[in-house]
């Protein structure tokens, strides 16, 4: 499995782009491939779907995208065909919002979703799905990491992360994420 590939985009298409790692062009499936500049580096993250017919990469712009993505793969009657345009059209938060509220209108807005399939997503999904706490962690993405692995949960990183000064060193960073944490 991928989780996620870091290269420049070298081309985009209608529902795909291709990234180039290390002189290898991977072809990802995503929801708005034109938010994806040429010639610049990214970090998409991917999901790998294997068939027996079928090896796809499906790639998104942030990890919250990817997880709900995951989610709505797991309900009966929704593949990654039909939960990919989903986030072309929605954000995550509307989609959450309109699963934890019972929006049927809002998700059948989706191509290729009745009625039946929004109230399929909403009887599983509903009250298994977080809201993610909108803290911007733009630069925060080692600081983070570094002290999940000391065994921090994400939900209290993210409440210290305002008041960490960006102009630090990494490690300096965490030092200091590290004394908030611990008062």
Do not use: C
């Amino acid at each position: 499995m991928f989780s996620f590939i870091k290269g420049i985009v070298r081309e985009t298409e209608k529902n795909y782009i291709t990234v180039e790692n290390n002189g290898i062009g991977y072809q990802i499936f995503v929801a708005n491939p034109f938010g994806f500049p040429i010639d610049e580096e990214q970090k998409v993250f991917i999901y790998t779907y294997i068939k027996e017919d079928e090896f796809s990469l499906y790639g998104f712009n942030t990890l919250e995208e990817k997880e709900l993505f995951l989610k709505l793969i797991s309900v009966k009657g929704v593949g990654p065909k039909l939960a990919l345009p989903m986030f072309a059209l929605g954000s995550v938060t509307g989609i959450l919002d309109a699963i934890d509220r019972e929006n049927i209108l809002y998700l059948t807005k989706f191509p290729k979703v009745g009625e039946k399939v929004a109230r399929q997503i909403i009887l599983d999904l509903k009250g298994k799905l977080v809201k993610k706490e909108n803290v911007s962690t733009t630069g925060f993405e080692e600081v983070i990491e570094a002290l999940e692995s000391l065994g921090y949960k994400t939900a209290d990183i993210k409440k210290v992360l305002p008041q960490i000064d960006t102009s630090l060193k990494i490690e300096e960073q965490i030092k200091e994420a590290l004394k908030l944490l611990l008062k």
